[in-house]
């Protein structure tokens, strides 16, 4: 248990975005000026930058961020749920109750989408952004696509998601 809390702690901790990094400013005011958006998607090959540019964003709002950096497991929806609580359970403490993997497990991916959209709304109530990374990890799964899909339409108007991969994910919203 102990080495999978720390591949999920690797999984939910954005970079480090140091001093001598390159501050995007364009770049990062150009996202900040979607932020109303409930998606927004950022695609490019291998290299381009895209993590480093989301980890600018992170260091750069003032909004409270909730980081997910995807791997080839999250194709199971349950691992996935799993790494996106205890995600939003680091920044927002009071979810700490909420989401049990027990109520989640005999769910399917739609009711675990809504069900995430729901806790959301009733018990956070500022506005954030979640940040994915690396979705084109999650290429392949039946069950992800529909997961999302439900999420990101149960998610309250405050919420904002930055996506960010290689490819754009195969969800309806997208197209």
């Known amino acids: 248990m102990a080495a999978e809390s720390k591949l999920f702690r ?22 900040h000026d979607k932020l109303p958006r409930k998606l927004i998607l950022i695609t490019a090959p291998a290299g381009y930058g895209k993590t ?3 980890a600018d964003f992170h260091a750069h709002t003032p909004l409270p961020t909730c980081w997910v950096r995807f791997s080839e497991p999250d194709t199971d929806v ?11 359970r680091t ?11 027990e109520a989640l497990s005999d769910l ?3 009711a675990v989408g809504r069900m995430f959209g ?13 940040i994915l990374d690396d979705n084109h ?11 999302f899909e439900a999420l990101f339409e149960s998610l309250p108007s405050r919420v904002s ?13 997208v197209h």
């Open 10 to 31: 690797h999984a939910i901790s954005p970079p480090s975005f140091r001093p001598e990094h390159i501050h995007r400013s364009r770049l990062v005011q150009a996202l």
């Open 52 to 54: 480093m540019l989301l």
């Open 78 to 88: 349950m691992r996935l749920a799993s790494v996106l609580r205890l995600s939003l």
């Open 91 to 101: 920044r927002f403490r009071r979810l700490k109750d909420r989401l049990s993997p």
């Open 108 to 110: 399917s991916p739609v």
């Open 118 to 130: 729901a806790v959301i709304e009733q018990e956070i109530k500022e506005p954030f952004v979640l």
């Open 137 to 147: 990890l999650l290429e392949g799964s039946d069950t992800v696509p529909p997961f």
């Open 161 to 173: 998601v930055l996506m960010a991969g290689r490819d754009a994910p195969e969800f309806s919203l």
